[in-house]
């Protein structure tokens, strides 16, 4: 995955069939099951039946889906369709949200995610999250790396928390860039940078997943090209599930692929075969740009 | 529906600029025209406070070449005893006649003991007491003179004539001999900082005012911001959003909008009738104006928490962080500098605050200067009430210098508000 070039890395959707009159799929096509293979032996995650309601509306309807140990899963789907909502409830961010409710058997190893005796600390220390829009703390780029290890008291002494915080930021490819300057603020980092520092600060922790919701939405390929050399390296320790309105980006990093549309799971399957054979109209329609 | 052209487009366009930019003008004038009246009502203001009030700093003199003679004095030797008895007056009267040897008859003596203060012979007694060496010697001592003369003094500068009030002609030819002979000086007015107030004028000062005010503002700080802020960040961080709490939050604005003379009312029927604290002490009255100033502090600390960008508390809480850890370590932080904004305008409404005080007995007469939290004690706006009430033409000056005072005081709490603001706020 890493012999891609610059010229691959662009976000450009693909190109649209130029014919005037164009097969328009119908987005109001029932989905009443997932197609392809939405479940795997050696499962991390193991998500069943997940129901998501912002107050009276439902934004995710009965989602299952397995994801395997040290896999890339890649989230598509329209905008508006549930992907993020989805993301956030594996390490309950949903529960910040005032009237969120989900419904459903999320286990990370075999262990409950949602459930009265569940603490959201460690859980969350455990499942790592990157956010669309880069978050850095406005404090300086050690500290925005050193901030989880401290509060979990992972690092007992200084020197260890110094390691971890080159370790982490060498692994997210920033540690040349910013090494001069550990006591700057984050924040003055370029967009690209700044990303990459949340990456840094999300595994400096090492979480067993990590999630990303469009890390790369905002960057340049250049910055979207590192990211996801970083990805594909990161696999070989951590579980991850990113969504990403790229295709491009999608069949590059990911290994599955889970297609989305209007809060259904479509179809889930090998990331080849969800690009060049889809099983699923609408993912077909989606992929082809064939949207009515 | 017909299609309009380019032309027809950018014409319509064109006949609605200038209407635009007539509006804007307009907008723009009225702006600057009611930015121009606020500032010309502050000229006036301070420019009639500083020209009335700022004779107060000075003070009319008299130099008297006193005698500390025991046989006037009637004392032997100088211990606390006999000095709270010993009579100065005397000292005073004696150091008088022999200025104005020619004197004589009940009545013009009584005129020209009026001269100088009645409070000048506690200043004789004060430097005794520091230097018992002086007794059976004599010096030369400035003391204060009569309010009257004072006036009269202070008025001779600006229209000739003067202000005689009660000043009879004779008055008026020793007052003339002593400021030809440099006798009788304006000087600095050093019993206005270092005094508390008094039924005469010359001897009147601020210091017990304003040391009531700060005891007072001590309390009200030291209560309303952490009750405050603590109140704000349960309600903005933890509280559930239902029904009791926008009970509460309607509460709460109704509280910052209730009369300030009702909180008075209510810390006199709970604070002092109820609890049996003291009356006119700094304790209730910081009592009061702290549920005077809670609302204001509560309402600009939630507004602080909520500009907090939300991303941070995502990124916080997706770190593993705990809800108190996300307060503490990132949504605090970046929203101190509002708080402490809205704490010291709340403090500010404080310091002026008079009506609340009135009600727990602050408008007493208070002469000495109070030494804790539970003695009795007034505050500068009271202190300003409370001169404006009294008939001497010297008061007049006083409560305008009072006011000077008291503005000075805000501008150096709004100054450090900015200051400290400026100085909390991350540029990152
Ligand atoms: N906080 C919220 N309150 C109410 N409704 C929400 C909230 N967040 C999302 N929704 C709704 O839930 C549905 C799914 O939203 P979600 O953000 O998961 O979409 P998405 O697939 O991530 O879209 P995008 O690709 O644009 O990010 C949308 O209809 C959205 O309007
Ligand atoms: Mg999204």
Redesign the pocket.
Known sequence: MNTMTLDAAGQTAPAQPESVEKATVDTDTRVTETVGQPFCDDAKLRMRGINVF??E?Q??NDVSLDIGRNEVVAMI????????????CINRMNDT?E??RVEGDLTLDDEPIYGPRVDVVPLRARVGMVF?KPNPFPKSIYENVAYGPKIHGIASRRAELDEIVENSLRRAGLWNEVKDRLDQPGTGLSGGQQQRLCIARAIAVSPEVILM??PCSALDPIATARIEELIDELRENYTIAI?T?SMQQAARVSQRTAY?HL?HLVEVNDTETVFTNPQHELTEAYITGRFG | MTDLTQEQVRERIERRLAGRHRVEKTFRGLGIASIAFGILAVVILFSDIIAKGSGAFVQSAVQLEVHYDPAVLGIEQVDEESLTWANFTGVIREALRERFPEVSGRSEKRELYSLVSTGAPFKLRNRLQADPELLGRSETVWVAADDDVDTFVKSLSDSGGGFRGRTSDRMIRWIDQLLASGELKKRFNSNFFTNGDSREPEQAGIRAALVGSLLTLLVTLALSFPIGVAAAIYLEEYAPRNRWTDLIEVNINNLAAVPSIVFGLLGLAIFINFFELPRSAPLVGGLVLTLMTLPTIIISSRAALKSVPPSIREAAMGMGASRMQVVFHHVLPLAMPGMLTGTIIGMAQALGETAPLLMIGMVAFIVDVPGGVTDPATVLPVQIFLWADSPERAFVERTSAAIMVLLSFLIVMNTSAVWLRKKLERRW
């Open positions: 912002y107050g509306t934004a995710i789907g329209p905008s508006g369709c549930g992907k993020s909502t989805f993301l956030r949200i009237g969120c669309q919701d469009e969504v309105h989305f809060g």
